[in-house]
């Protein structure tokens, strides 16, 4: 989203904090109030900064039930529908606005255009508008942080060009540089973002935002220790401030430290509850410290806080429920998460392939071959090879090693530029099968094939990682006699 701090500098006015008091007090007592339809919008507008939808969607509803005219209500309405999916009914609300000629309505129609990806039409919008206010800065502006948020980047560079021939760059004005700190870490540039929030912290060194901003670029190229102290500076401003504090919990997570990300997601969670912006990297924590039940519980409080979730997502969780059911070693109960999922999204991959493994879990197996062929037919190509992969560390989850060496050579004969992981795999399966002459076989191939010597992290295993640094002694050394 363009950094645009019009309205959070608003939000923390005291006359807007009355009057949000006054509505919640309403809410809370159920006594009916009367507010403008500009104070109703600028209410949802405050929740919907908040990832609360729900409380967003009641306010702007209340707001139309008030001023069932109200271009502005209208216009968040529509747009909110849209971004959840709800394409028509958001034209149908936007029909409803006596005004067409209004700026505003011209982008939410561009918006709807965007959409439905004739992208053209709602260039010729845009141009339009432009031309009719002479291609001021503030329209280019506009214009540039509406294909942001629509993530069009080809269009956003093209207006971006457009007001650098105006004049405009980020070494002169504050609000390109913002914007263009927005299009770098969009499409994937950190390292002239970086750059960009320098020169903004060289003019405003307490500014929150370029702090936290910067701190996302860092973390976005592994910079660690820099992301770190971006991040004190940010809490230095501002100790709660709750967008420095996820950035350290993702920094935290990227560090394998799980228990302090959890921490603070934990920490985060009571301002985020009702949306799902912080539930997955929490899921994620516990799962890469094999905490199954923590990551299933936190699942099941994700659905109940969150009950107005798209099918897509709710098949996501149901999804991840599965998993923690397959690690508990609950293939029962996975299983009918897992129907629930692909009843939202039956041809959700991922979810195909779990249900193939609980199937495996259940000694179902006929079951599971054949979801296992579906998930590699309705697979592109460039995917195969991490599938397999995937079928082949369940089964090694499951202890069934026989299973997990079929798989893995699939992926030595048909993927050699892969096929180190699945060595090393093959020869953890053959360790725990008390086959050594064939696991000493395959870390001596691993060690030709790489002359990489790694901590085994299936097994976690001392004499298992003694016998791989053995071989990779004894190697190196016959190739200083040879």
């Known amino acids: 989203m363009p950094m645009n701090n019009d309205m959070s500098s608003y939000f923390e006015d005291p006359e807007f904090k009355d009057i949000l008091a006054k509505y919640e007090g309403m809410a809370e007592s159920h006594t009916p109030t009367y507010f403008d339809a500009e104070e109703l919008t600028d209410i949802a507008e405050y929740y919907a900064s908040h990832n609360e939808e729900q409380k967003a969607e009641e306010a702007i509803d209340f707001a139309l039930r008030l001023h069932p005219n109200n271009t502005d209500a209208l216009i968040f309405k529509s747009r909110s529908l849209y971004i959840k999916g709800k394409l028509s009914e958001a034209y149908q609300v ?187 990297p929490l899921v994620k924590c516990y799962m890469d410290l094999e905490k199954p039940q923590e990551a299933k519980d936190t699942c099941l409080e994700w659905l109940k806080q969150c009950p107005k979730l798209s099918g897509f997502e709710k098949s996501e969780i149901y999804s991840y429920i599965a998993m923690c059911c397959f690690n508990l070693y609950q293939a029962q109960e996975g299983m009918k998460y897992i129907d629930a999922a692909l009843d939202l999204e039956p041809g959700y991959r991922g979810a195909i392939l779990q249900k193939a493994m609980l199937h495996v879990q259940l000694g179902e197996n006929k079951e599971a071959h054949h979801l296992f062929q579906k998930v590699m037919d309705i697979s592109p190509d460039d995917e195969q090879s991490e599938i397999i992969y995937n079928v082949a560390n369940s089964y090694f989850f499951l202890h069934m090693y026989p299973e997990t060496i079929e798989w893995c050579k699939k992926i030595v004969q048909s993927y050699p530029d892969e096929q180190i992981e699945a060595l090393h795999m093959i020869a953890c399966s053959y360790y725990s099968m008390f086959d050594m002459e064939s696991c000493l076989k395959y870390l001596a191939l691993i060690w030709e094939k790489s002359n990489h010597c790694f901590e085994d992290e299936y097994l976690n295993d001392k004499r298992f990682n003694h016998m791989f640094a053995n071989i990779a002694h004894l190697s190196r050394n016959k190739r200083q006699e040879e």
């Open 94 to 280: 936007m029909n409803l606005i006596e005004d067409h000629s209004d700026r505003e309505v011209k982008f939410l129609k561009a918006d709807l255009l965007i959409e439905e990806r004739r992208i053209e039409e709602a260039e010729a919008i845009l141009q339009e508008l432009a031309k009719s206010e002479n291609e001021s800065f503030e329209v280019l502006m506009d214009i540039v942080m509406n294909y942001l948020d629509s993530n069009q980047g080809d269009y956003a560079a093209k207006w971006l060009e457009t007001l650098r021939e105006k004049g405009y760059n980020e070494t002169n004005s504050q609000p390109f540089r913002d914007v263009w700190c927005d299009y770098c870490m969009t499409f994937g540039y950190p390292e002239k973002a970086t750059e960009a929030f320098q020169l903004s912290l060289n003019e405003l060194p307490y500014s929150l935002p370029h702090w936290n901003g910067i701190a996302k670029c860092y973390l976005a190229q592994n910079k660690f220790e820099e992301t770190h102290e971006a991040i004190d500076f940010a809490l230095a401003i501002d100790e709660n401030n709750s967008e420095a504090l996820e950035v350290k919990g993702f920094c935290q997570m990227q560090n394998e430290n799980y228990e302090e990300a959890i921490a603070i997601f934990q920490r985060l969670l009571p301002e985020y509850s009702h949306s799902s912006r912080i539930y997955p």
